[in-house]
């Protein structure tokens, strides 16, 4: 069973005849048992006969599905399956679309449909197939390749969408296109079929969580369908439990079990989280090691007031969020840490209030260097060293963040950094990605582009935090050394 599901409400189903309908007419396409007749397994069945529930009124329950599987659990197939069954058995003119990000991802469900058509005599001699496009004439239907990379087309009116990979869609358009224009339709249905992706500020992520809401009954929503395979948060990658939890064909024999063992140590972490264990991963490549910052949390954390502190300020302009994270060593060499970040308000931000929050910090501890990039911060750097704050100019170059970024992984890696928890917090220090440079590599937004802010105040921070002390000098000529 997936980690998630929309619990059936009625026995009616349409799952058995398209079922029955694949494993009469077509066949295995791909693997040791290429070209045999194709036969569901019994999980398969089962997600049909969820998908294609029918209300007491005769109607398909579901218009909108999300069905999230790991790699090599034949999504392909299914996807393939419901297309032709819907082009060949509708009764009315069916308008059946294989939609995915761009042309060459929406061609994997279409292709396989193809193959299937040409290899079926019963299929081959009554539909007539082209590059993007395979007709059935008997009933006007057709089944179409459509991407968001093309011009969307005016009066669609979709029967069945195979939503391929939902999660590197770039925007909401082509899939609310689809979703929109199947008014006229009996029976619509979008179906998303995808792995997880990195950023959950996508269609895919929010899908997701509506479907994680559906299901929890925060949303009561009985037309949309969710059934997700994942392993649990925090799974270990060689844990056999959370292959099996994600993939449901391990059951089934269907996949070899040493090729997961082999891609758990030779794939990178974070990939095979996404691509085997379907779990949904903040950057394609995180700096920072699963569940390293996670367990250094601690709710009770504070600082101690009146004890050494340093202040790392990520400042930015109107778009990005504000952070201030200070830090205090211990006597055992451990570190502590709070943070304070402002999210952005339409187009202003409110410096005031960074300065006074900066000053109830010097007031409150004894804080030997506010550090910070002059880039966006200079005038009310010089502001409060008129005010006897000691700012410290710390401009973000690889020469300077390439060791930083460094020694904050030392520090975490080694269990010596302690922080609250906070989840606006967390998730910026955990959506910062490794980018390579010259001299080595420094924290930057990746591919996701989230916000950041946190995880670089906080590396600012421990990498003076973590220096040596030097000798006292005027505030003035400060700046943060390499």
Known sequence: MPRWATLPRNDDTDGDFVADYAETLLHVAKGPHAGTPLTFTDWQRWLLDSLLERRPDGRLRYRRALIGLARKNG???????????????????????????????????????KWQVQNAPELAQHCKVYRDAIEYPSTGSIFRVLS?????????????????????????????????????????????????????????????????????????????????????????????????????????????????????????????????????????????????WEASGNPNTRLAENATTWVGIDMALKHDSIAIVAVQKTDDDRYICESKIWLPEGNTIDVYAIEEHLRHLHQTYDCVELCYDPAFFERSAQSLLDDGLRMVEFPQSSQRMVPACQRAYEIICGSKLTHPGSPVFTDQVLSAAPRQTSEGWRLSKGKAKRKIDAAIALVMALDRASRPPVEEQPIELWLAYE
């Open 75 to 113: 999504k392909s197939l299914l996807g393939s399956s419901l297309a032709l069954y819907q082009l060949t058995e509708s009764t009315e003119q069916a308008e059946v679309y294989a939609a995915a990000g761009d042309r060459q991802q929406a061609r994997i469900v279409f292709n396989e449909a």
């Open 148 to 292: 968001a990379d093309a011009r969307l087309q005016q009066g669609l009116n979709p029967s069945l969408v195979i939503f391929d990979e939902v999660h590197v869609q770039p925007n909401h358009d082509l899939w609310d296109a689809l979703t929109l224009g199947s008014g006229a339709r009996v029976d619509p249905l979008v179906v998303g079929i995808t792995t997880a992706g990195h950023d959950q500020e996508t269609l895919c992520g929010e899908l997701y969580r509506y479907g994680q809401q559906v299901v929890s009954g925060d949303i009561d929503d009985p037309s949309f369908g969710f059934w997700w395979w994942e392993a649990e948060e925090n799974t270990p990658v060689d844990d056999i439990d959370g292959w099996h939890a994600s993939n449901p064909n391990l059951r089934e024999g269907l996949l070899d079990i040493e090729d997961l063992e082999v891609a758990s140590r030779q794939t990178m972490e974070l990939a095979f989280r996404r691509y085997r264990l379907n779990q949904w991963t903040r950057t394609t490549e995180s700096w920072l090691p699963v569940g390293v």
